[in-house]
């Protein structure tokens, strides 16, 4: 199981003063010397948080993989082509919304988003669909072409109760079986935190959590150092038998 941190949020500090620090780059560097798999970021149009240079800085400077999010938009495409990072992973974006609210549509995206797909996929670049665990979503995901999808674990983290977070994760089970049933292979993220990560961790068939807000919160308490090793060992921890 790997963990991808996303530094989005590092950049948010950053663009409330439209300074210089702190810098998304550095905090990548930190996160992988204490043992992340990945860095995600997540190049929005509006631009609110990571800008179009630390895109190209962390191409440069990322020792393990980049993984872009990105909506299908064409601007922000040609970034992504220019750039070439290892994975991208489309997701759905609403100027209006405070972070991603849900998977993307795969089903309504049709023919365009095949086409991004493809483009994105000759560039020699890894995509995945942002999708809720929903089997049309998923059947669309590996019908339009792409290697990875991303399950949207936000109900499982907003879940109230032990009934409701029980089917949560069940919901998210089926999704991975159906995904891997397809041929895709499976990532998971949103809204997982240190108290709620294990049970999506123990999961079989998942290979990557990304995980951005958590981190960064705990890091403005304890460093981002010890945040991530944290996070990590969580992670570790329930793959044990």
């Given amino acids: 199981m790997r963990?991808?941190?996303?530094?989005?949020?590092?950049?948010?500090?950053?663009?409330?003063?439209?300074?210089?620090?702190?810098?998304?780059?550095e905090a990548a560097v930190i996160a992988e010397l204490a043992g992340a798999d990945g860095i995600t970021i997540h190049l929005r149009e509006d631009r609110r948080h990571i800008q179009d240079r630390d895109v190209r800085v962390l191409r440069q400077t990322v020792k393990t993989k980049l993984n872009l999010e990105l909506?299908?938009?064409?601007?922000?495409?040609?970034?992504?082509?220019?750039v070439r990072p290892e994975d991208c992973c489309l997701v759905p974006e609403r100027r209006e919304e405070v972070t991603t609210e849900g998977g993307l549509d795969v089903v309504r995206g049709g023919e365009p988003l095949s086409r991004t797909i493809a483009r994105l996929r000759a560039g020699g670049i890894r995509v995945s669909l942002f999708v809720s665990p929903d089997r049309d979503q998923i059947a669309a995901s590996a019908?339009?072409?792409?290697?990875?999808?991303?399950?949207?674990?936000?109900?499982?983290?907003?879940?109230?109760?032990?009934?409701e977070q029980a089917s949560a994760l069940r919901a998210l089970r089926e999704g991975v079986e159906i995904a891997r049933g397809l041929g895709l292979r499976v990532n998971a993220g949103h809204g997982l935190n240190y108290v709620n990560v294990q049970p999506v961790a123990a999961m079989g068939g998942i290979e990557e959590l990304n995980i951005g807000h958590a981190i960064i919160a705990r890091a403005v308490l304890v460093g981002l150092d010890r945040a991530v090793r944290d996070m990590k060992t969580l992670m570790l921890e329930a793959k044990r038998p």
């Fill in 3 to 25: 963990l991808g941190v996303n530094i989005d949020h590092v950049a948010t500090i950053r663009q409330a003063r439209r300074i210089d620090i702190p810098d998304p780059v």
């Fill in 71 to 82: 909506a299908d938009v064409p601007e922000i495409v040609e970034v992504a082509l220019a």
């Fill in 143 to 163: 019908a339009g072409g792409a290697e990875f999808v991303e399950l949207h674990t936000g109900r499982y983290a907003d879940a109230r109760g032990e009934s």
